[in-house]
């Protein structure tokens, strides 16, 4: 389908693009132009540095012999002095040196706390959030078991349901505010005040009831939460925007292909079969895996709707990701016969994308790329719609707190997330896709000035380039003392359901011991909201799930193995029991010349994920000096960690790094 | 994907002056360059071949200072199209990137067989990328028409590979975008 092919139709033009074979005598003319004294001593590095910026292992000690050999001698030597003892300065040199002054694990929740309008009354969030915290939240309290801590996370709980903001018409987006009590402290100066952001729906109204076959790569090459997570978070989201008359199947296959979920209608049924998802460690795709997940995906399908059949896979280089001709053969056979097939690669490195692509065009199918979960879950929903799914780019929220009415404030949850500066960084200067259909809702508990000297609390606004247009526009809407209530009967039943949500998350994580007053409390509050939604059956689930947590028993890795360890991999951070990643292997980073011309100077902190191998394989910038980031991450990257250790086995963990830079005389 | 290995061996020997290192350089990347510029000029094969040889007058100048920040062949590939919009610019000194590169001649010189045979569709794609912002052109440009390694890429302006593939798609996009306007 054109709609959706995102770019593998005109890469393939790109590449196609035909060019004369150069004329014979090129080569000859080049060459005849090759000067006598090839990088002659006058031609030498101007700058020192040069030397130092490269490990000896690669180019610099090749370069230095050719360069001159006293300047090597003296390099070399400092070269391997600075990279023998990196926590010890380079003393009396004359060029700067960079160095890497602590780290710290991230370990467990840091709760954010308060924060002083007066200094600072803008904050923001992100709006890449799914829901997968809540669902774990669920397996394990099914299982009769307290989650660990750090799987809560109170945006992903509050995000969990849908407040019944309607959607704009007319419009691309609405922004709402309102506020109520908080339930956090008895004090009549805290409010709790919840913001919405909610995009117009492109679904279109007329269009085809689909039948969507998942055959989803579990081996492996799939990685626990790297990949097999984005492609839950991204199933759970399209769980949501199924229709009545929608129906999906999902197939698994590594060594051996199984049906994890007949066809069906019911989103529950599916975000059930999403927990029972984990990867097998057996080794990747093999003809029979393939072959027969596309087999049983041929039954899924019904006459008369759009059927499609969507491989899931992913993959590292050192996998041997290889598809069988067998399984090639099957779905270009498939795609004459009416069904389509698309391809979407997760998170994929390089190597593997290439053989995708080659994979999609070698079938007449489409190839999709999905490094984040936004980006997953937009390629599904535009599978399941048909339709393009953005409405806009580069957006970021912020809210803007008026210090003569809001004294403190803080954001529930996004603890973990990267700070939108961060991810502004790591998207390459963007900011999030805008999703048609999403709801994003952000609580945040604030502090009232004993004298409020206005009316307005904060204004919450929103940046984002529309679809199809360069320009950027900006949404804004402010809160008004007046729609904050005072008490909770006066506060509308989405902001109660909203506040209670919120609680028990909170109570979830401050409680791993499973004080059961504190989670009586809440259940008690909870089962109010079930007059306001008689009808809704996630409200009802989410009070069942606030009294089993009154019943359940505290976490214990023991406790977890013996109940079937529910949803593990669901969770996003490794949890309470275990290590945290220990520095193997540690590279200083390059000066970067121009910053060093520019006397830039300071403190990069980057967090960086590590992954079971012991790689750091993800990179945020917490605080970025924009000079220097580069060199920082790259060194970073090419750090070795022990990998955390989570119940004896190797997990993806977190650490912080600060990265000096200094300037020396 | 080159051997990284070789390469480095090849490099160190261009860097201590190797006048065969440099020949090998130029058997295997020489095609790849004219390619790229080819796709620039719009099939001026001559000019291109101009521009080849211009590349690699350039190249021997700068050897001294490669940083190995990228593989040779990305690096000849950034050097190409430099030379390619310096070209341009002393042609048409007032105009800016896009108006003068779409103001080269086109496929007068050509034998006309040989225009009939290249399609409209690559002038205009070529049309397109030439108006991309500059930075989205390089990148579309060096992994498209030079064939370089997203890795590099990455390397040589010092951010993440997800960030460029981020930056390629987004080129994409607009290249899509701008195809669809000249369609309609």
């Given at each position: 389908m054109k709609l959706w092919?995102?770019?593998?139709?005109?890469?393939?033009?790109?590449?196609?693009?035909?060019?004369?074979?150069?004329?014979?005598?090129?080569?000859?003319?080049?060459?005849?132009?090759?000067?006598?004294?090839?990088?002659r001593p006058g031609l030498a590095p101007r700058r020192a540095g040069l030397v130092l910026n490269w490990p000896l292992s690669r180019y610099s000690f090749a370069a230095s012999i050719a360069v001159h050999a006293a300047v090597v001698a003296l390099a070399v030597a400092a070269g391997w002095w600075s990279r023998a003892h990196w926590t010890r300065p380079t003393a009396g040199?004359?060029?700067?040196?960079?160095?890497?002054?602590?780290?710290?694990?991230?370990?467990?929740?840091?709760?954010?706390?308060?924060?002083?309008?007066?200094?600072?009354?803008?904050?923001?969030?992100?709006?890449?959030?799914?829901?997968?915290?809540?669902?774990?939240?669920?397996?394990?309290?099914?299982a009769g078991l307290?989650?660990?801590?750090?799987?809560?996370?109170?945006?992903?709980?509050?995000?969990?349901?849908?407040?019944?903001?309607?959607?704009?018409?007319?419009?691309?987006?609405?922004?709402?505010?309102?506020?109520?009590?908080?339930?956090?402290?008895?004090?009549?100066?805290?409010?709790?005040v919840r913001f919405n952001l909610r995009t117009r729906n492109v679904d279109p109204p007329d269009r085809r009831p689909t039948t969507l076959a998942f055959v989803i790569d579990v081996s492996r090459a799939?990685?626990?939460?790297?990949?097999?997570?984005?492609?839950?978070?991204?199933?759970?989201?399209?769980?949501?925007?199924?229709?009545?008359?929608?129906?999906?199947?999902?197939v698994s296959f590594s060594s051996q292909a199984r049906v994890v979920l007949p066809p069906t209608n019911d989103p529950a049924a599916l975000t059930a079969a999403l927990y029972a998802m984990a990867p097998d460690g057996s080794s990747s795709a093999t003809s029979s895996g393939l072959d027969l997940g596309l087999r049983l995906a041929e039954r899924c399908f019904r006459i008369g709707t759009c059927n499609k059949v969507i491989l899931c896979s992913g993959g590292a280089a050192e996998h041997d990701?290889?598809?069988?001709?067998?399984?090639?053969?099957?779905?270009?056979?498939?795609?004459?016969?009416?069904?389509?097939?698309?391809?979407?690669?997760?998170?994929?490195?390089?190597?593997?994308?290439?053989?995708?692509?080659?994979?999609?065009?070698?079938?007449?199918?489409?190839?999709?790329?999905?490094?984040?979960?936004?980006?997953?879950?937009?390629?599904?929903?535009?599978?399941?719609?048909?339709?393009?799914q953005s409405i806009g780019a580069d957006a970021s929220v912020d809210v803007d707190f008026n210090p003569q009415v809001v004294s403190r404030y803080r954001l529930l949850g996004y603890e973990r997330q990267p700070t939108p500066e961060a991810l502004f960084q790591s998207a390459g200067g963007g900011g999030a896709e805008l999703l048609g259909g999403a709801s994003i809702t952000s609580l945040y508990e604030i502090e009232l000035q004993v004298h409020p000297t206005e009316d307005r609390v904060a204004t919450l606004g929103l940046r984002y380039r529309p679809a199809g247009r360069l320009t950027v526009v900006r949404e804004t809407r402010e809160l008004r003392i007046s729609e904050v209530a005072s008490t909770w009967d006066a506060a509308s039943p989405s902001l109660r359901l909203a506040a209670s949500m919120a609680e028990f998350a909170e109570t979830l994580r401050?409680?791993?011991?499973?004080?059961?007053?504190?989670?009586?409390?809440?259940?008690?509050?909870?089962?109010?909201?079930?007059?306001?939604?008689?009808?809704?059956?996630?409200?009802?689930?989410?009070?069942?799930?606030?009294?089993?947590?009154a019943q359940a028993r505290p976490y214990s890795p023991e406790a977890a193995a013996a109940a079937g360890r529910p949803g593990p991999e669901a969770v996003s951070v490794s949890v309470g029991e275990g290590s945290e990643p220990v520095l193997l292997r540690k590279f200083e980073p390059a000066y970067p010349d121009a910053a060093r011309r520019a006397q830039v100077a300071g403190t990069v902190l980057l967090r960086a994920q590590v992954s079971p191998?012991?790689?750091?394989?993800?990179?945020?910038?917490?605080?970025?000096?924009?000079?220097?980031?580069?060199?920082?991450?790259?060194?970073?990257?090419?750090?070795?960690y022990q990998p955390a250790l989570l119940e004896g086995r190797p997990v993806v963990g977190y650490v912080t790094i600060a990265v000096r830079f200094q300037l020396e005389d | 994907m080159p051997d990284t290995a070789a390469e480095e061996r090849l490099l160190a020997a261009l860097l201590a002056g190797d006048r065969q290192a440099a020949e090998t350089l130029v058997d295997r990347t020489y095609a790849m360059v004219f390619r790229l510029l080819c796709q620039l000029c719009q099939g001026d094969d001559a000019l291109a071949a101009d521009l080849t040889q211009e590349t690699y007058r350039r190249a021997w100048t700068a050897l001294p200072h490669f940083e190995g920040r990228s593989s040779l062949g990305t690096w000849l590939c950034r050097i190409a199209y430099n030379a390619f919009f310096d070209h341009t610019r002393r042609r048409h000194e007032e105009s800016d990137d896009f108006d003068r590169?779409?103001?080269?001649?086109?496929?007068?010189?050509?034998?006309?067989?040989?225009?009939?045979?290249?399609?409209?569709?690559?002038?205009?794609?070529?049309?397109?990328v030439l108006a991309l912002p500059e930075d989205l052109r390089f990148l579309v440009v060096a992994r498209f028409w030079g064939d370089a390694p997203v890795r590099d890429l990455a390397r040589l302006d010092g951010v993440s590979q997800v960030a460029i593939r981020k930056r390629l798609r987004r080129a994409l996009a607009r290249l899509a975008a701008s195809l669809g306007e000249q369609r309609s």
């Open positions: 092919t995102r770019g593998g139709e005109l890469k393939r033009m790109l590449r196609r693009a035909t060019a004369p074979a150069p004329p014979p005598d090129l080569a000859q003319r080049i060459k005849s132009e090759i000067p006598p004294l090839l990088a040199r004359a060029w700067a040196r960079a160095e890497v002054a602590a780290w710290t694990p991230v370990w467990g929740v840091h709760p954010m706390g308060f924060v002083s309008a007066a200094e600072v009354h803008r904050s923001s969030f992100g709006l890449d959030v799914a829901p997968t915290s809540y669902e774990t939240t669920r397996a394990y309290l099914k307290l989650p660990p801590p750090a799987a809560v996370q109170t945006e992903e709980f509050i995000n969990a349901l849908d407040y019944g903001d309607p959607a704009p018409r007319g419009q691309d987006v609405a922004l709402r505010g309102e506020g109520g009590p908080s339930p956090f402290a008895e004090d009549p100066g805290r409010r709790l799939m990685g626990g939460e790297r990949r097999l997570g984005l492609v839950k978070t991204a199933l759970f989201d399209l769980a949501r925007r199924l229709r009545p008359t929608d129906q999906v199947a999902l990701l290889s598809w069988p001709r067998p399984g090639l053969a099957r779905i270009a056979e498939q795609s004459r016969g009416g069904v389509e097939v698309a391809t979407i690669g997760f998170r994929a490195d390089p190597g593997v994308e290439e053989m995708l692509e080659r994979l999609a065009s070698a079938t007449n199918s489409t190839y999709s790329a999905a490094d984040t979960g936004a980006e997953a879950r937009q390629i599904l929903a535009e599978a399941l719609t048909g339709a393009p401050d409680n791993p011991e499973g004080r059961g007053d504190a989670f009586g409390a809440t259940f008690r509050r909870a089962q109010g909201l079930l007059r306001d939604y008689p009808e809704r059956k996630d409200v009802a689930d989410f009070v069942a799930l606030a009294g089993a947590a191998h012991g790689d750091v394989d993800g990179v945020t910038v917490l605080k970025s000096i924009p000079l220097l980031d580069p060199a920082a991450i790259s060194a970073v990257r090419r750090w070795k | 590169a779409a103001a080269l001649p086109a496929n007068d010189a050509l034998d006309p067989v040989d225009g009939l045979i290249r399609d409209e569709t690559t002038a205009r794609l070529r049309r397109a």
